[in-house]
């Protein structure tokens, strides 16, 4: 008999062992928090064999805007093939605005390490935070590349596809602004001497966490569904590695480090078109903001401005449907590559060698030097509203090229403000106080439901 109430007692440990809850510890509620782990039926795994992740941030202190209940949404991740970690905030009333942002660099930098919630397999590449109510579109075609503008590698002859994901609130009680972001991690063919064939290790790198989100604690996207915004984040244009690429006949890695035109341009306008075509389907409003930062920015600043060029604008998916938008907001980038030797060896010394190798040189060639900036697109005051972020102590280069894309913006009347010296060197926005200003910047412009707080 007592061996009996030995066991049964030694059962009934174990099994309120068993049902204690995780926790992890969160910078934003500023206490321990429980979570919850949910293994999909049929994973998706990545390249490397790691799991999709999609860490579900719920029950936060502001009414979610999707529909859906949390469970039918995190049931629906799972059928999509994502591992789910639910993050319960128990309604913490600092789970809001931009102080959520301290737990999403966290987060990212986790699963950078591999290191998050007891996991170590979580896919660097396409994992994503989601707030309670929204859901995700990934890999969405919105370009088919050419292979012959960068001829990089070889044996890429057919030309992949150029995509985004977009995360957006799930059957929404209102229509809400989307901001668009491409990415400064590079996506691009890849060719394997060894199995002589082209392999898939490198597409679909846009969160490629080590070189975006977690390289620079950059948590603004993925914080904006606080502010009552969805988001999405496309390819680079330059479908190739940053430090190659080359003209047909042209020396080898001629366009390190840069894109060209009309090809970046394309690709961005027909980027904005897909993702606006999307817009009943999803509950989007179809205004659209851009965010952009280093190659990012370079890139996003081609949707700026309100200039027609017929060769920019007819290439791509959703031809007719607008390419506008309505705001952007540009950190250091390149707009115009006829400044590039108003000082030399400040920072943009592959772009003073190289580019005369694709566009000759410069005094002989001004009007097309000119057409691969975005400050080329820049002509009335129809163009969009920008703040414009950097650094001081970043390469001077690029505080030079956003004075002398400032500078026609103030002439023309376009609305613009500057965030400057938020932190050091080469890096975005990271404080509560320097993101609300970006976010404020972007919500006068795109006019996002305001959220409800909880009591």
Request: net charge negative; proline share 5%.
């Amino acid at each position: 008999m007592l061996h009996k109430l030995t066991l049964l007692l030694i059962l009934a440990i174990t099994l309120n062992s068993c049902a204690t809850k995780k926790t992890w510890l969160s910078n934003t509620a500023q206490s321990k928090i429980t979570y919850k782990t949910h293994e999909s039926k049929t994973p998706v795994q990545d390249v490397n064999g790691n799991y999709l992740t999609i860490v579900y941030l719920e029950n936060l202190g502001f009414k979610k805007l999707g529909g859906y209940t949390n469970s039918e949404n995190v049931k629906w991740l799972l059928n999509q093939g994502y591992r789910v970690i639910e993050l319960n905030y128990k309604n913490n009333p600092n789970a809001i605005a931009s102080k959520i942002n301290q737990d999403i660099i966290v987060i990212n930098n986790a699963l950078a390490e591999g290191n998050f919630c007891g996991f170590s397999d979580c896919s660097k590449i396409q994992s994503y935070i989601l707030f309670e109510g929204y859901r995700i579109k990934r890999n969405i075609p919105y370009f088919k590349d050419d292979p012959t503008v960068y001829n990089r590698p070889d044996q890429y002859t057919e030309g992949d596809m150029l995509n985004m994901d977009i995360i957006y609130p799930a059957n929404p009680s209102k229509e809400v602004p989307t901001i668009l972001s491409f990415s400064y991690s590079n996506s691009y063919a890849t060719f394997n001497k060894e199995k002589n064939t082209l392999t898939d290790d490198h597409k679909n790198l846009r969160t490629f966490l080590p070189y975006t989100f977690s390289g620079f604690n950059d948590s603004f996207l993925q914080g904006a569904p606080a502010h009552g915004l969805a988001w999405a984040i496309a390819d680079h244009p330059k479908y190739c590695s940053w430090g190659s690429g080359k003209p047909k006949e042209g020396p080898n890695d001629t366009y390190k480090s840069y894109e060209t035109n009309p090809d970046t341009a394309q690709k961005v306008k027909s980027a904005i078109r897909t993702l606006r075509s999307m817009t009943n389907d999803l509950g989007l409003s179809g205004d659209i903001g851009i965010y952009g930062f280093s190659r990012g920015s370079t890139a996003g600043s081609m949707a700026i401005g309100d200039k027609s060029v017929p060769l920019f604008e007819n290439a791509g998916f959703n031809i007719g449907i607008s390419d506008d938008v309505q705001v952007a907001a540009l950190g250091p980038g390149v707009f115009d590559y006829t400044q590039i030797y108003n000082t030399l060896d400040d920072g943009d010394g592959n772009l003073e060698l190289r580019c005369p190798w694709a566009w000759g040189a410069l005094e002989d060639n001004y009007d097309l030097w000119k057409t691969m900036g975005s400050e080329y697109l820049v002509e009335t005051s129809e163009t969009a509203p920008v703040l414009f972020f950097y650094n001081t102590t970043d390469d001077a280069y690029y505080q030079d090229q956003i004075l002398h894309l400032k500078n026609k913006l103030d002439k023309l009347n376009v609305p613009n403000q500057t965030l400057v010296d938020y932190g050091t060197g080469h890096a975005v926005p990271q404080t509560e106080k320097d993101l609300d200003t970006l976010y404020t910047f972007f919500k006068k412009y795109l006019n996002p439901p305001t959220l409800e707080l909880k009591n």
